[in-house]
C-alpha cells in the first residue's frame, strides 16, 4: 500500500500488477461482449476509471468532498432511475470517503488543514439544532422508527458544515465551486428543457403516475416540469437561489469569460424557475435583492437593485402582461395569494396545525405527523399535510423548536453580514459573499411556503455558500483590497 501511495501520482505502482488487472480486464470485457452482457460490460470498463479516482480521492480531499456534492445534487435523478430501496446510503458513503480522505493526509502529513475554519456558527449551531431533536426524540408521539429517515441532522449536515469550513478557505476553491454550481444548473436546465420539448421518460411517467404526483404537477396552468429534483417546488427554489447569485455576481464580474458565464447561468437558471411553475419560489430573487441592497454600500448598485426590483414586482403585481404563458400566469398568482385556492388550503391547515398543538410546545416528534380527528374543517383526507419547511418544524419541534430554529437562522446571518460590512475589505469579494448570502436569505423565506431548504441539494448548498461568507475574513486577508477575482 506505501507504494502505491507515495508521492503525487500513481505511477509506482508495481508493473506487474498493472499488466495482470490490464490482461483480467480485456478477459473479462470479451467474455461479456460474447454472453451479451451490456452493462455488465460498461461496469467492467469503467472499473479501472473507478478505481483510479478512487485512489486519487483518498490522496485529494477536495476531490472526495467534490464527488461527496455531486452525488447529493444528483441523488434524486439516481433514485428515481434505480428505484433501490435504502439507496441513500450511498451519500453517506462519499461522505465517509471525504472523512477518510482527511484522515488519511492527516496521518501522512501530506497536507495541513485550518481546522478552527470548521467550527463556525453554521457548525454550531447545527450541533445545537441536533441536540434539541435528541431532547424530543423523548416526547411519546416520536417513533423511532422514523429517526432513520432524519439521521442528517444527526450527522451529514454537521459533518457537511464542518468539512465545508475546513476545505473550503481560498479563492481558488471559491471560484471552483462557481463552476460547479454553474454547470449543474445549466444540467438541470437542460433536463427541464427535454422534459417540456420531448416528453417524461418511462421513470419519471411512473413517478408521476403511480407515485400521485401528477397531482401536484399537471395542472389546469401547465404542466410543471421539475428536471432531475425531487420534484417541481425543489427544483424551482433551488434554481431561483442560483439565478439570485449568480445575477448578481455576474453583474459585478470584471472578466468578460466569467461575466458571460455567470449571466448565462443565471438566465438559464431564471427560465429554470418559471418551468418548474413554483409560485413561492418568486420569493427568492425578492427577498435576496432585498438583502442585498442593504449589504452593497454602493449607491449605483443600491439604485439598480432597487429599480428591479420594483420593476419585477409591478411586472407581476399591477399587469397581465405574459399571461398567455402558463409559467408566467402560474407564478403570478403569488402576488394575489387571496385568489389562490391552494394558498386558502394551506392557511386552512395551518389552522388545523395550531388546535392539535396548542398543548403540545416540543411538537409531536420527529417524524410525527397529525390526523384531524375532530375533522376540523371539510376536507377529503384526514392527514394534514405540513406544505412547507418552517410548518413542518412547527409540527415536529413544536413552538419551541420552531422559535429555536428561526433564532439561529437570524444569527447566522447577522454574523455573515457583520463580516461583510466589517470585515471584508476587498471589494468584488465582498459582492460576491453578499450574494451568496443574500440567495441563502431568499432561500429561508421560501422556508414558509416551500421546503426545499430542508431537501438535498437545497441544504447542502445553502452550507455551502454560507461557510463560505463565514470564511470571508480569512479568504480577504489572501487579497489585496482592489485585486480582482472574476
Same mark, same amino acid.
Given at each position: ?76 435523478? =439516481? ?24 484522515? #488519511? ?31 424530543? !426524540?423523548? /416526547? ?6 422514523? =429517526? ?33 454550481? $454553474? ?20 421513470? @419519471?411517467?411512473?413517478?408521476?403516475? +403511480? ?21 417541481? $417546488? ?6 431561483? !437561489? ?24 443565471a438566465c438559464l437558471a431564471s427560465i429554470s424557475m418559471a418551468l418548474s411553475g413554483t409560485r413561492g419560489a418568486v420569493v427568492i430573487p425578492f427577498g435576496g435583492m432585498l438583502l442585498f441592497f442593504l449589504?452593497?454600500?454602493? #449607491? ?6 432597487? =429599480? ?13 402582461? $405574459? ?23 394551506? +392557511?386552512?391547515?395551518?389552522?388545523? #396545525? ?25 376536507? @377529503? ?65 421560501? $422556508?414558509?411556503?416551500?421546503? +426545499? ?14 461557510? /463560505? ?15 480582482? /477575482?472574476?
Amino acid at each position: 500500500m506505501e507504494s502505491v501511495y507515495s508521492g503525487n501520482h500513481l505511477n509506482d505502482s508495481p508493473k506487474g500488477l498493472v499488466y495482470l488487472l490490464f490482461i483480467v480486464g480485456l478477459l473479462a470485457m470479451s467474455y461479456t461482449l460474447i454472453t451479451k452482457q451490456l452493462s455488465l460490460f460498461t461496469a467492467v470498463m469503467l472499473f479501472p476509471s473507478l478505481i483510479l479516482l478512487l485512489l486519487y480521492s483518498i490522496q485529494k480531499p477536495i476531490v472526495s468532498y467534490m464527488l461527496y456534492i455531486g452525488i447529493v445534487c444528483y441523488f434524486s435523478a =439516481i433514485y428515481r432511475y434505480t428505484q433501490i430501496e435504502n439507496i441513500s446510503i450511498i451519500i453517506d458513503c462519499f461522505l465517509a470517503l471525504c472523512i477518510v480522505s482527511i484522515t #488519511f493526509n492527516v496521518i501522512t502529513n501530506r497536507e495541513q488543514y485550518p481546522w478552527q475554519n470548521g467550527f463556525n456558527m453554521l457548525t454550531t449551531m447545527h450541533i445545537v439544532w441536533a441536540c434539541y431533536c435528541i431532547l424530543i !426524540l423523548m /416526547i411519546p408521539y416520536t417513533h423511532l422508527h422514523n =429517526i432513520k429517515g432524519s439521521r442528517g441532522i444527526f450527522l451529514s449536515l454537521p459533518l457537511t458544515c464542518f468539512i465545508t469550513g475546513v476545505l473550503f478557505c481560498t479563492v481558488h476553491r471559491l471560484r471552483s465551486l462557481l463552476l460547479w454550481l $454553474g454547470l449543474y444548473a445549466i444540467t438541470a436546465f437542460l433536463k427541464a428543457y427535454w422534459q417540456k420539448k420531448r416528453g417524461f421518460d418511462a421513470a @419519471e411517467s411512473a413517478w408521476l403516475v +403511480a407515485g400521485g404526483a401528477w397531482h401536484t404537477h399537471a395542472l389546469r396552468s401547465g404542466m410543471r416540469y421539475f428536471s432531475f429534483f425531487t420534484d417541481a $417546488g425543489n427544483f424551482g427554489a433551488c434554481m431561483g !437561489l442560483l439565478a439570485t447569485v449568480f445575477s448578481i455576481i455576474g453583474l459585478v464580474a470584471k472578466r468578460n469569460r466569467y461575466r458571460l458565464f455567470l449571466l448565462l447561468v443565471a438566465c438559464l437558471a431564471s427560465i429554470s424557475m418559471a418551468l418548474s411553475g413554483t409560485r413561492g419560489a418568486v420569493v427568492i430573487p425578492f427577498g435576496g435583492m432585498l438583502l442585498f441592497f442593504l449589504l452593497s454600500r454602493n #449607491f449605483k448598485i443600491m439604485a439598480a437593485t432597487a =429599480i428591479a426590483s420594483i420593476l419585477g414586482f409591478s411586472f407581476f403585481y399591477f399587469t397581465d402582461i $405574459g399571461n398567455d404563458n402558463p409559467s408566467i400566469r402560474r407564478m403570478r398568482t403569488a402576488f394575489r395569494p387571496e385568489e389562490d385556492a391552494s394558498y386558502n388550503v394551506r +392557511a386552512m391547515n395551518r389552522e388545523r #396545525f395550531a388546535y392539535y398543538l396548542a398543548d403540545k410546545p416540543f411538537g409531536v416528534g420527529l417524524g410525527g405527523t397529525i390526523v384531524d380527528t375532530h375533522r376540523l374543517m371539510e376536507l @377529503e383526507e384526514d392527514f394534514i399535510p405540513t406544505d412547507s419547511y418552517y410548518v413542518g418544524i412547527w409540527v415536529e419541534g413544536g413552538v419551541v423548536g420552531l422559535i429555536l430554529y428561526l433564532l439561529m437562522q437570524a444569527a447566522i446571518f447577522i454574523r455573515c453580514s457583520y463580516l461583510i460590512l466589517f470585515k471584508v475589505r476587498n471589494k468584488q469579494l465582498r459582492y460576491i459573499l453578499s450574494a451568496f448570502t443574500a440567495g441563502c436569505f431568499g432561500l429561508c423565506l421560501n $422556508g414558509y411556503v416551500g421546503r +426545499a431548504i430542508g431537501f438535498q441539494p437545497g441544504s447542502t448548498i445553502f452550507i455551502l455558500l454560507l461557510s /463560505i461568507t463565514l470564511n470571508g475574513e480569512r479568504i480577504d486577508k489572501q487579497l489585496k483590497p482592489n485585486e480582482i /477575482i472574476i
